[in-house]
């Protein structure tokens, strides 16, 4: 069965960094496209970055846009999310996700079949 699980969380002063990781298990990487998202309290999930599995295209909302990275390890089987110059309001719940091929890289949660139990970031001023 696919899982996956998230790690890297934590606590952090505004303008600090953090390193999310996604390990994936059940299925490989390279086959799926891989998003990592965000939700707070009262809000929809959002979609921070995304990626095709084998390189060559990925999103990023405009609100991470050169602050972000989205990468993966295909020898760990792993997503990441580096996340540098943070600020308060990317304090939020991260999730890692999976898709399969069909309808391509999309940013929407709804097209996701595949999360983590999502690991909890906050950026204190």
């Known amino acids: 069965q696919a899982q996956l699980v998230e790690s890297g969380g934590g606590s952090v002063q505004a303008g600090g960094s953090l390193r999310l990781s996604c390990a994936a298990s059940?299925?490989?990487?390279?086959?799926?496209?891989m998003g990592w998202f965000r939700q707070v309290p009262g809000k929809e999930r959002e979609g921070v970055a995304a990626?095709?599995?084998?390189?060559?295209?990925?999103y990023y909302a405009d609100s991470v846009k050169g602050r972000f990275t989205i990468s993966q390890d295909k020898a760990k089987n792993t997503l990441s999310l580096q996340m540098n110059s943070l600020k308060p309001e990317d304090t939020a719940m991260y999730y890692c996700?999976?898709?399969?091929?069909?309808?391509?890289?999309?940013?929407?949660?709804?097209?996701?079949?595949?999360w983590g139990q999502g690991t909890q970031v906050t950026v204190s001023s």
């Open positions: 059940g299925y490989t990487t390279s086959s799926v496209f």
């Open positions: 990626i095709r599995s084998g390189g060559g295209l990925t």
């Open positions: 996700a999976a898709k399969d091929a069909y309808s391509g890289l999309r940013s929407e949660p709804q097209y996701y079949a595949n």
